[in-house]
C-alpha cells in the first residue's frame, strides 16, 4: 500500500488520474482528477456508490485519506506513464506501460460541467456581484454562482425539448435573485422562450436593487414585488412555475400551497432552515428514539418536514422526486423537491395519523387541510 502511495505523492506533478476499482464496499469506484477552483490545484473525486455517482473536490491529503486497500485495482495515470495495482495474496503486484496523456486545462475541465459558464455574458450577474467586469466569477462567490447553475441545469432536464412559447414563474423569497436574473436568462436569452418572472421578498431594499438593475437591462417582464407571501395578494394570471431556494422556514410551505392551489404545472423547490416540526413534535411512538438528542431531533423533524412536503404534493396531484441538490459539504440545506402536475393522487391518511401520533405542526398541511 505505501508503495502506491508513494507514488502517488512523487508523482502528484504528473496525475492525470487516478481509477481505484472492484471493492468490496458499498463504493464500487472512485475516479480522481487534479482540477482548478479559484486558481488553487484540488483533486475531484467521483465516488460511484450504487446507482448513484457523488462528487466532491478534496485537497491531495484527503486523496491520501481513502481507504485504497479496498480495491482490488489501483490505476495511477501520469503524463507519461500508467501504473495498475492489483491485489494478491501477498499484496500489490505493478504493472507500468509508457503511455503519454495530457493533464490539460484543468480550470477548463471546471468550467466545461456548467450550463451558464465563467466569461459567458450575463451582464446583470456583473451588477448582481458575481461576474466581474471581465466575466469572471468573483472568488467569494463561486459556491453561490455553482449552486444556482446547478438550479438551472436541473430546470434544463425538464426544459431541453421543450416547445414552450411563454412561461410565467414566480420565485419566493428571492434575495438578491441571483437565481431569478439566471433563469430570466436562460429562459429568454438562450431558449428564446418568453418569460414573465416575478420574484417575491419582504426586504425593500433588495426588492429596489433587483427592479433597478432588470430596468437597466429592459428585462420589462422581469419584475419583483415587496410582499410577504404568507399573507399578500400574489400574482393573479396563469402559471407555470413556481420555484424557491432556501426560502426561509414556512415561506416554502407558503409558495407549495400557492402552487397546489393554483394548479401550477412545474414546482422547483430547495427548502431552507425549518422550525416547525422540531418545536412542536411530541414523543409518541415508535420515533422516540430520534428526539432524544437535539442534533437529531433537529435532522429528523428537518427530514420529516420535506416527506410531509413531498407527500402533501402527492396527494394533490403531483408526481414528485427528491434530488441531492449540491452535496451535503457544500450546503446541508440540499434537497430539491422537484414536482410536476398529473392526475393520480394519493391519500394523506399515513401523514395524518403521524401528526395524530406525534402532535406536530407543519404549515402546508395546515394550509391544505383549510380547504
Ligand atoms: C436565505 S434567503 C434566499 C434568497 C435567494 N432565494 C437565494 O437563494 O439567494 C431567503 C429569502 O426569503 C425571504 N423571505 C422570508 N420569508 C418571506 C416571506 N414570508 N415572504 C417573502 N419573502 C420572504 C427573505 O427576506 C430572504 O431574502
Redesign the pocket.
Same mark, same amino acid.
Given at each position: 500500500m505505501n508503495k502506491i502511495l508513494n507514488d502517488i505523492k512523487t508523482n502528484e506533478h504528473k496525475i492525470v488520474k487516478l481509477i481505484l476499482s472492484d471493492s468490496s464496499t458499498e463504493i464500487k469506484k472512485i475516479i480522481v482528477r487534479p482540477i482548478e477552483i479559484r486558481k488553487q490545484k484540488l483533486w475531484q473525486i467521483e465516488k460511484f456508490e450504487g446507482t448513484k455517482v457523488f462528487h466532491e473536490n478534496v485537497s491531495i491529503q484527503e486523496v491520501l485519506d481513502i481507504d485504497f486497500s479496498v480495491f482490488k485495482q489501483i490505476c495511477v495515470q501520469k503524463t507519461n506513464e500508467e501504473s495498475i495495482y492489483c491485489k494478491t495474496k501477498s499484496g500489490y503486484k505493478v504493472k507500468t506501460n509508457e503511455k503519454q496523456s495530457k493533464i490539460g486545462n484543468l480550470s477548463n475541465n471546471k468550467a466545461k460541467n456548467y450550463l451558464i459558464n465563467e466569461g459567458d455574458s450575463v451582464p446583470a450577474m456583473v451588477d448582481l456581484g458575481i461576474f466581474t467586469k471581465e466575466g469572471k466569477i468573483i472568488n467569494s462567490m463561486y459556491d453561490?454562482f455553482k449552486?444556482?447553475n446547478h438550479f438551472i441545469e436541473l430546470i434544463d432536464h425538464t426544459f431541453k425539448s421543450s416547445k414552450m412559447e411563454e412561461i410565467t414563474i414566480l $420565485?419566493?423569497?428571492? #434575495? *438578491?435573485? +441571483?437565481? !431569478?436574473f439566471l433563469i430570466y436568462h436562460y429562459f429568454v436569452k438562450m431558449k428564446k422562450i418568453k418569460a414573465k418572472i416575478i #420574484? +417575491? &421578498?419582504?426586504?425593500k431594499d /433588495?426588492v429596489k436593487n433587483c427592479n433597478q438593475i432588470a430596468q437597466k437591462y429592459g428585462y420589462n417582464d422581469l419584475k419583483f414585488e415587496l410582499? &410577504? /407571501?404568507? *399573507? $399578500?395578494e400574489l400574482y393573479k394570471g396563469k402559471i407555470d412555475m413556481v420555484i424557491?431556494?432556501?426560502?426561509? $422556514? !414556512?415561506?416554502t410551505d +407558503?409558495a407549495l400551497d400557492f402552487a397546489i392551489k393554483n394548479k401550477v404545472k412545474y414546482i422547483f423547490s /430547495?427548502p431552507?432552515?425549518q422550525h416547525e416540526i422540531n418545536l412542536s413534535i411530541k414523543k409518541g411512538g415508535d420515533f422516540d428514539i430520534l428526539m432524544s438528542d437535539g442534533l437529531i431531533k433537529e435532522r429528523f423533524s428537518s427530514l420529516l418536514t420535506d416527506s410531509i412536503r413531498t407527500e402533501v404534493l402527492r396527494s394533490c396531484g403531483y408526481s414528485v422526486d427528491v434530488i441531492e441538490f449540491v452535496d451535503f459539504a457544500h450546503s446541508p440545506k440540499n434537497l430539491m423537491i422537484r414536482a410536476t402536475k398529473n392526475s393520480t393522487k394519493k391519500t394523506l391518511n399515513k401523514v395524518k395519523e403521524l401528526q395524530n401520533k406525534y402532535k406536530f405542526n407543519q404549515k402546508l398541511l395546515e394550509l391544505v387541510s383549510d380547504n
Open positions: 453561490k449552486q444556482i $420565485d419566493f423569497g428571492c #434575495g *438578491k435573485s +441571483y437565481l !431569478t #420574484g +417575491y &421578498d419582504i426586504k /433588495v410582499s &410577504d /407571501v404568507s *399573507k $399578500d424557491t431556494l432556501h426560502a426561509c $422556514d !414556512t415561506a +407558503y /430547495v431552507c432552515c
